[in-house]
């Protein structure tokens, strides 16, 4: 792989470029980056003999591209391969591209396997997207030619043959999952459009976040996707993949799933009916957002608007060019903000400012704002005040409570943007010297990641709801806090006490009152401290069985909040990250470098990895998979895999060679048959004699489960625990085969459920094959973490149990307050009801009576 140098006279420039360029690519890149001089690195300038130490440290047969700032940078490049010797020099590209862009463009071609004089010509040609989009000139040279495969984006709709994909996220479409689906669009050579075909919207461009989130794309919506271009197909197959992998989310069932219990303990988070205004109304009344107790005196805080300049644009090229200088400059404090999110553990609200970025830089938007500041002669700050104003306003229109609260994350980027291009600060609200409750009436997005929870210890709003972003960070800080506080309430007040669970405040409470929520305080604080530290802690029932709580991963993020959280190893590593959304299969060295960082992040914690599950619903861009009327029936899980054995085989050397010195197992998804277990085995021992062959080292084959998803794998659980090293139940697919009912499937929602009888029956029948010979069983499906499936499935006699990292602490704490002969009887009782909604009262009453 072609290594990657970042050169400039500052540290923090040349570190910073280095981050988002590997931050870019799919894979892990050799990437290294040399800046400053002095004895800390501190002071402007290049170092020669720092440079060829970070050419050293990526150097590889396939090369080594160096991309500079400016002026003696060149010089100490060049110094830096004369001190290498010729050996090396030859085999280094010194590059003129520009830093930042070509940075950007060599990283992505690294990261798919293109050679250096491919990774060359990429960052030399970084900056023609900005040339032609800003208007610049375009050197004849770097002009594509009028024949080129690349596939313009406009607006004309793509031929016909769409394809459609049914939406199970929470939200639908929101910013996350719109901004995945943006950035797998991107990766193709094709112009794609899409539409919300629920709601017979019009087409509009794929690489718009804006203009996907304003279809109002809303759980269980069908949107049509039409792309046109050399990699059209590809494109759909990407897609398909993420839509497959839901995004990366938990899929969500409608309202009436949920249990009248569950509605009881979440009813502090249910969604407020709000008026589409320019802003998300207040609600009706005070709403907790963010549970817990906060007592203390108030401050106030006010969210001014920039005042926007009247005067026309003198120099439309200047104004431009300031106006992405600021853009630049924020994009900069969102990724600092967004990382110190991740380093808190909560990486999936940091994707909140990660879709702040996109919004930052839609092209749509920045369209607009050229076409402004050059045909209309508005300055930059007024072209984009208007441009975000009118958006906002589509958002603050949608009949969808939750897409309107969307329009608070438009004028957030709107302020931030505006304010440093005037130069008026970033409007920091986390300024107070001691422990406050802020009172604002409205927090946004960015000014809730700044806030610091030592200083800050409870929340007021006028405006927002439990679902706005700014009410998902206060959580993801631990925060509590109370939207729907009037200002005029509020506007004399000193002192606040709140309950961010039940949404009670009182303003300038008495002594009693004062000590009242400082105990509470303390105990929540106390409760919130235990569960962080006893999570490390083994999990007994209050009869002393043992009940193992593991993680459920699919990537580096999820692998570093493994241990953070309590869990004791990984129970199901999902390979597929690996290879949905590309163009090209990972290579063994891709997988295996991928593979080695999670297995170095959990340590010496024991790790299932479930071999490659694709087909289904999750499509290969790179692998065609035959016409089938019903996928889930066909060629997906170990059937592919079998069918495409050097694919499979370079897949299991990959995980041999990572799991060197790891307590590591294999899975095998989707089997039916025992003859399954014995093919995939031989491939694993040849791969194993290969690997061994050539020298590589490895260690003993680790043991090789299967999954139970199929009703021939629980009917044959006996025969098939003669083959397999233990069992891992897969609720997902074993509910959908169980009940013959597609789990994508809205209208089947009510039959596709974990908690029947029969799904029930089969988890039982299953727990007692694995029993009887003596081999380990474990759920690791979604109901592993619902207190109403995790209580049954203990009851089941189920040990291990394996879900989302930062569910782990909750369940743990859960086990401990549950007595199994309790839940025994409770999950006997629930395989001789009728129905699900008969097994779902069951439990309710029984949570009920638990407390």
């Avoid at 002009?143 to 929470?170: M, N, Y």
């Avoid at 309430?489 to 709140?498: G, R």
């Avoid at 025992?674 to 093919?679: L, S």
């Avoid at 006996?718 to 997902?732: D, L, P």
């Amino acid at each position: 792989m072609v290594g990657l140098v970042i050169v400039s006279h500052s540290r923090e420039l040349a570190a910073g470029v280095a981050a988002l360029a590997a931050g870019v690519s799919e894979t892990s890149i050799p990437i290294a980056h040399a800046g400053g001089v002095g004895d800390n690195h501190e002071e402007l300038g290049t170092d020669a003999t720092q440079i060829m130490e970070a050419i050293e440290s990526v150097f590889s047969p396939d090369g080594v591209l160096i991309l500079m700032d400016l002026g003696s940078a060149i010089l100490s490049a060049e110094t830096a391969l004369e001190f290498l010797g010729e050996d090396y020099a030859e085999l280094v590209r010194v590059c003129a591209a520009p830093l930042v862009e070509g940075a950007v463009a060599a990283a992505v071609q690294i990261g798919i396997g293109a050679d250096i004089d491919t990774v060359t010509a990429e960052a030399m040609d970084a900056l023609m997207p900005k040339q032609q989009q800003l208007g610049g000139a375009v050197p004849a040279d770097r002009r594509p030619p009028e024949d080129t495969d690349e596939v313009a984006v406009d607006s004309d709709v793509p031929a016909e043959g769409g394809h459609t994909f049914q939406i199970l996220t929470q939200h639908g479409l929101h910013a996350r999952p719109a901004a995945k689906f943006v950035e797998t669009c991107s990766k193709f050579k094709a112009n794609i459009m899409v539409r919300n075909l629920s709601k017979e919207s019009e087409f509009v461009n794929a690489a718009s976040l804006n203009r996907i989130a304003l279809l109002s794309v809303t759980y269980g919506d069908t949107i049509e996707v039409l792309a046109k271009g050399p990699e059209s197909e590809q494109a759909i197959k990407g897609i398909s993949g993420l839509v497959a992998e839901n995004f990366g989310e938990a899929a969500a069932p409608p309202e009436t799933r949920k249990s009248s219990a569950a509605a009881k303990r979440t009813k502090a988070t249910a969604a407020v009916a709000e008026t589409p205004t320019d802003h998300p109304s207040s609600p009706s009344t005070p709403t907790g957002i963010s549970e817990g107790w906060a007592v203390g005196p108030l401050l106030r805080v006010e969210t001014s608007e920039p005042e926007l300049p009247d005067h026309a644009a003198a120099d439309a090229e200047y104004e431009l060019e300031l106006f992405n200088t600021a853009r630049d400059r924020v994009r900069s404090r969102m990724e600092k903000q967004a990382h110190s999110l991740g380093a808190r553990g909560a990486a999936g609200e940091a994707e909140i400012l990660k879709a702040h970025q996109l919004i930052l830089d839609d092209p749509e938007v920045l369209q607009a704002v050229v076409q402004s500041v050059s045909e209309s002669g508005n300055n930059a700050a007024r072209a984009y005040a208007d441009t975000m104003q009118e958006l906002a306003q589509a958002y603050s229109a949608s009949p969808d409570p939750y897409l309107a609260q969307r329009a608070v994350d438009i004028h957030d980027v709107r302020r931030a943007l505006l304010r440093e291009l005037l130069e008026e600060g970033t409007g920091d609200a986390a300024g107070p010297d001691s422990p406050v409750i802020l009172y604002a009436r409205e927090l946004t997005p960015s000014d809730t990641a700044q806030l610091d929870p030592e200083r800050i210890l409870g929340i007021m709003t006028e405006l927002g709801g439990p679902t706005s972003h700014a009410a998902i960070l206060a959580r993801a800080l631990g925060i509590p806090a109370v939207a729907g506080i009037a200002a005029d309430a509020a506007a004399t007040a000193k002192n606040a006490a709140i309950d961010g669970r039940a949404g009670t405040v009182i303003l300038d409470p008495d002594a009693g009152t004062e000590q009242e929520f400082n105990a509470k305080r303390e105990t929540w604080l106390t409760r919130r401290r235990e569960l962080r530290q006893r999570s490390g802690e083994a999990a007994y029932t209050i009869d002393k069985r043992l009940i193992t709580v593991q993680a459920n991963i699919g990537d580096l993020a999820g692998a570093n909040h493994v241990n953070p959280n309590g869990a004791e190893g990984v129970g199901l590593l999902r390979t597929e990250f690996m290879f949905l959304s590309r163009r090209n299969a990972p290579t063994e060295d891709e997988q295996t470098q991928m593979l080695t960082k999670m297995f170095n992040a959990v340590g010496d914690q024991p790790v299932t990895v479930r071999t490659l599950d694709i087909g289904g619903d999750k499509e290969l861009a790179y692998i065609q998979l035959p016409e089938e009327e019903n996928p889930f029936l066909g060629l997906r899980g170990i059937r592919l895999c079998l069918t495409e054995k050097a694919l499979f085989k370079e897949h299991l050397r990959a995980i041999l060679r990572a799991s060197v010195g790891h307590r590591v197992s294999l899975m095998l998804p989707m089997v039916s048959r025992i003859e399954e277990i014995e093919a995939a085995r031989a491939v694993l021992e040849d791969a194993a004699a290969e690997l061994r062959g050539e020298g590589i080292e490895i260690g003993e084959l680790p043991p090789l489960g299967i999954m139970i998803e199929t009703p021939a794998a629980v009917l044959q659980a006996s025969r098939m625990a003669e083959h397999a090293a233990f069992f891992s139940i897969g609720t997902n697919d074993l509910t959908q085969y169980i009940m013959a009912a597609e789990r994508g499937a809205k209208h089947l929602v009510d039959i596709a459920d974990p908690m029947h009888p029969a799904v029930l029956t089969a988890i039982a029948q299953s727990v007692a094959a694995a029993e009887r010979a003596g081999i380990e069983l474990s759920v690791c499906g979604e109901a592993a973490s619902a207190p109403e499936t995790a209580v049954l499935l203990i009851g089941l006699g189920v040990q291990k149990l394996s879900m989302n990292p930062s569910a782990v602490p909750g369940l743990k704490d859960l086990v401990r307050h549950t007595r199994y002969d309790a839940v025994k009887a409770l999950a006997e009782r629930a395989m001789s009801c009728g129905d699900a909604s008969g097994v779902r009262r069951l439990v309710e009453d029984y949570l009920e009576a638990e407390g």
